[in-house]
């Protein structure tokens, strides 16, 4: 073989979680492996999860799985099942990082550190053997067909393998490296990249409370519920008066918009075309009583005023309905008592708690995003072993390919197991080609 000082059976692009893991996984099943990444460290990105403590996985996948993983759920069964939550937590353990859970199934490291999880793998790598080439990007990737064998260029030189697993990550947060090269390499072998766009992200409002929507106010400029904190809101995204999506759970006010679970469930969802965005088409509504229909809160609020006249309404709102005084002021701005409080601002405070309408600015940017939505479609990858149906011998995994999963350790047990399926089937490819 000429023109590489070296062929390893497996080049993995990428050293995030899911190169990693798959590096890791191939070396182990006995394939000389190099890792090529972009960067000067591997797991730049692994560094900022869970706010620097990691949450590496979630233990109630199986129950939520259709609902976490979107529309291409079905496509991740095979490798979650090969390489599951609990698998992650042993493998983890076995090199020397215990985690433990906390609420909602979310599994942590002990040591409360994203770089504790990324030094375990980046010495693991090492133990099995493998290379790991950082500051080396990647350019091109061909297939030499006359010798079966994959051609990586790199700024530092040519290296060949048998086996190629592509895990160049999404399109976001591109200082941590991930910036999209994955789906220039995928179009260069024929695979189709479906649409990108941001998902958990906050969403950014130019208006906020209803029925001030239609009267163009900016909330900002007298009452701002930033900072405020909501267990349980259901919010509805609609484009064009139509429901794109919903979601319900804690809700974050900040300074540009919402944040929290239960909006950045939706951000996957915002349409892309700035024109909606310009003529207000595209709205939040919020419901502050998930729990309760509209008649049973006008039941409640009647009994409430016709018991207290003389009480200040925002203080009655706050009693009946354990709203916190912010969002009292949200959904009634003047100050009254209740006997003066006429029907028709009545009917105004129940639309206000019950649909709130906030009108979104514009759809958030890739770049702040924690996840990208899309990628490499996956109708053109076997999802066993996630090699290409386009070309044999190139394998993917991780967020390069189009899945996507809701906050709470899902993307990363994404990257775990479809890492190993990818690893384990490189190595047998490989294996395969030198018989
Ligand atoms: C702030 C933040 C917090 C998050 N917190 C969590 C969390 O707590 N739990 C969770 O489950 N998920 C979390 N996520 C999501 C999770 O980090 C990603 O889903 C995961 O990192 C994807 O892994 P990956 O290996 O596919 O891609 P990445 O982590 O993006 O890794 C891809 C790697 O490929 C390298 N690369 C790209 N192009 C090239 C090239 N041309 N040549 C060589 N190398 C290249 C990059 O430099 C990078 O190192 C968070 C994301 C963000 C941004």
């Known amino acids: ?74 496509f991740l069964t095979s490798a979650f099942s090969l390489f599951s939550p609990e698998d992650t937590r042993t493998f983890f353990s076995e090199i020397g990082v215990p985690t433990h859970e906390e609420e909602d199934g979310r599994v942590f490291p002990d040591a409360q550190k994203a770089r504790v999880v990324r030094d375990a793998l980046v010495k ?22 006359s010798e079966n064998v994959w051609e990586v260029e790199t700024t530092k030189g040519a290296f060949g393998a048998s086996a190629l697993i592509l895990a160049t ?42 029925n001030t929507a239609d009267r163009g106010e900016d909330c900002g400029a007298e009452f701002s519920p930033a900072g405020i904190t909501l267990p349980d809101v259901s919010v509805m995204l609609l484009v064009e008066g139509k429901k794109a999506a919903e979601a319900r759970g804690e809700l974050l006010f900040t300074h540009q918009g919402v944040s929290g679970p239960s909006a950045m469930k939706l951000t996957r969802k915002l349409p892309e075309d700035p024109e909606l965005y310009k003529t207000g088409a595209v709205t939040l509504r919020l419901d502050f009583l998930p729990d309760m229909r509209r008649e049973q809160a006008e039941e409640l609020l009647l ?64 770049a702040v995003a924690y996840v990208t939505c899309g990628g490499v479609n996956v109708k053109e990858i076997a999802p066993k072993t996630m090699m290409s149906k386009v070309v ?44």
């Not at 460290?41 to 259709?66: D, Q, S």
């Not at 090269?181 to 208006?207: E, N, Q, R």
Request: charged content about 25%; some cysteine; proline content about 4%.
């Open 169 to 210: 990550g999404g399109a976001t947060f591109p200082d941590t490296g991930s910036e999209g090269d994955g789906y220039k390499f995928a179009k260069m072998m024929k695979h189709t990249v479906t649409p990108l766009a941001p998902a958990l992200a906050p969403i950014l409002l130019s208006t906020c409370t209803e």
């Open 303 to 366: 009994a409430a005023m016709q018991a207290n006249p003389n009480r200040h309404m925002k203080r009655l709102l706050c009693e009946t309905f354990h709203l916190m005084e912010k969002i009292s002021t949200m959904v009634l701005p003047e100050d009254l008592v209740a006997n003066a409080v006429t029907k028709e601002v009545r009917k105004k405070i129940l639309s206000n708690l019950k649909e709130s309408v906030m009108t979104v600015e514009k759809r958030t940017p890739m």
């Open 124 to 145: 693991e790598l090492a133990t099995c053997g493998a290379e790991l080439l950082t500051e080396t990007p990647v350019t091109s990737v061909r297939k030499k067909n």
């Open 392 to 435: 044999p011998g190139l394998f993917f995994c991780g967020e390069v390919m189009d899945v996507d999963g809701a906050s709470g350790g899902y993307n990363l047990q994404c990257a775990w197991s479809t890492g190993f399926a990818a690893g384990k089937a490189a190595a047998a490819f490989s294996r395969e080609e030198a018989r």
């Open 1 to 74: 073989m000429t023109g590489y000082e070296k062929i390893f059976d497996v080049i993995v692009i990428g050293a995030g979680p899911a190169g990693l893991m798959a590096a890791i996984t191939a070396s182990r099943e006995g394939a000389s492996v190099l890792v090529l990444e972009k960067k000067e460290e591997a797991g730049r990105k692994l560094l900022l999860t869970g706010h620097g403590r990691c949450n590496i996985t979630n233990l109630l996948i199986p129950v939520n799985f259709r609902e976490t993983f979107h529309e291409n759920a079905r």
